[in-house]
């Protein structure tokens, strides 16, 4: 939930919540500029966090501070 809102990349809803889910439809519906800029968020927020570069870097960083407590 915070992850998607607080990186502006969607709306968030509750599973199972159809009313929420609607809602968000609705809004995004009558919006489109907003509907391409959470898309273009969101790109960033996978190209920040989510690749393999970074991830691997995530990895080399624990493991460096693992290695440094011993």
Not at 20 to 34: H, R, V
Request: glycine share 8%.
């Amino acid at each position: 939930e915070t992850i998607i809102e607080n990186n502006g990349c969607g709306l968030f809803t509750h599973a199972e919540n159809l009313q929420e889910f609607t809602d968000a439809i609705q809004i995004l519906s009558g919006d489109p500029d907003k509907c391409k800029e959470m898309g273009e968020n969101a790109r960033q927020f996978i190209l920040d966090n989510l690749t393999k570069a970074v991830g691997t870097k995530k990895y080399v960083e624990i493991i460096s501070q693992m290695a440094e407590l011993t």
